[in-house]
């Protein structure tokens, strides 16, 4: 059986699942919504503290480094997702009634691996939108951005 | 249909089983019997196709589990050891997981799921999320799943160990309703009474090897030698009087109760009845003895403690 719906299958019970568990999804919405406004803030302190001393160079650098930061973060969520997916399977015992069901090794692998890394990735695009939204915002507003040497408000 | 020859699986040097041979008929079932770690599941999981086999063969349903894992595995329901339900999905939404995994159609799905839950008293709780389950339900919902697709051929670890004697007999009738309805049916147990009421053969395990194997009978007489039968009495009896027919030989003789063994009980008993009588006993009652299928296992485990000895 070469289809790949039956991979789809299993990942979409696997994102059902996550979804149910407030282990993956409390950290995920707190990495997602809270944590590129406190990087963000966190941006702005550091800027504001740097450009006393001119050092633009810093400030240039560091909001792109912030980007990796908060899109980074809630990948990690996929390395809790994949060990619920993998190694909790087999430490419940799910695993068994999978491996003697018609599925195949890859449609297990490819479903995995999708519900492994869609929702971090989309909560990971989700937060650094959410970051370069705040950034952009306060560019647009007319308040000085990251190349200026002015307090960054 | 369920046939193994020569079935052998090493883990490396360790030999979890060892030339298991079995033909499960379809409308049979075979109780597999052994202690933990004796090589029951892993039989079971090469006939899943889940192991390869390190030698031998082995078909289910008519297909080879190396050559055809993808069709072994569509025609067969399993119950593992462990229950291996996910707690956050409904016991409904689990069915139909299994049943979209067994390529049914949504309809189809439905009503099989509807038809299980109502039939193990999960009906109530359909909605309800498995985690919330006892032991019990979690077992049959367990039992639903791999019924989920109707197959064939069954392999079924413990199908009643966390049940409460209500459940359990509604899974035995379960079982037995499958059984006449032509499936191939293996259960792993520990529950010697279950396998002596559901099993049309027996097999017991040692160390990965078939010690014995046959019907109840078979084994009877194999581990246990001929019928044993129990006399009460109420007068007295003298054996120096008695003349024993062919083929049978007394074996104990109480206080107001004999004990003998018979070959053909079906010509030697009338015989000895006859002969109580004419002299004078006055005979209470006639009995077998018991020969449970706990004997026979007990047995069969002692004479192999005595050959390792």
Known sequence: MKRFDLAWLVAKRELIDQMRDW??????????????????????????????????????????????????????????????????????????????????????????????????????????????????????????????????? | MIECEDLTKYFDSFKAVEGVTLNVRPGQVLALLGQN?????????????????????????????????????????????????????????????????????????KHRADQLLEYFGLAQAAHRRSGEYSKGMRQKLALARALIHEPPVLLLDEPTSAMDPESAQLVRHEIARLRSSQRSIIICTHNLVEAEMLADQIAIIYKGRILIQGTLEELRRQLLGPMEYEVKLSGEWRPEEFRWPDGARLLHAGEGEIRFQVENPGVANPLIIRQLIEKNSQVVSVQETPRTLEMLYLKAMAQVAEGAQ
């Open chain 2, 37 to 109: 770690g004796a090589g029951k599941t892993t039989t079971v999981r090469m006939l899943t196709s889940v192991l390869t086999p390190t030698r031998g063969w082995a078909r289910v349903a008519g297909f080879d589990v190396v050559k055809h894992p993808g069709e072994v595995r569509a025609s067969v329901g399993v119950l593992t050891e462990m229950h291996g339900l996910y707690g956050r999905m409904t016991a409904h939404e689990y069915l139909d997981f299994f049943g979209q995994v067994y390529d049914l159609a949504p309809a189809r799905r």
């Open chain 1, 23 to 153: 282990r993956i999804l409390l950290p995920m919405i707190i990495l997602t919504l809270f944590f590129p406004y406190l990087m963000n803030v966190a941006a702005r302190y550091t800027i504001n503290y740097v450009n006393q001393f001119g050092a633009d160079l810093i400030a240039e650098r560091l909001l792109p480094f912030l980007i990796l930061v908060v899109g980074f973060f809630p990948v990690t969520v996929s390395l809790v997702v994949a060990l619920e997916a993998f190694v909790g399977e087999k430490e419940r015992g799910t695993i068994e009634p999978l491996l003697s069901s018609p599925l195949e090794d890859w449609h297990l692998y490819i479903g995995k691996l999708l519900a492994g890394t869609l929702v971090p990735l989309t909560v990971s695009y989700i937060g650094i939108s959410i970051y370069m939204l705040a950034c952009t915002g306060r560019v647009s507003s007319g308040r000085p951005g990251i190349s200026s040497s002015k307090p960054w408000r």
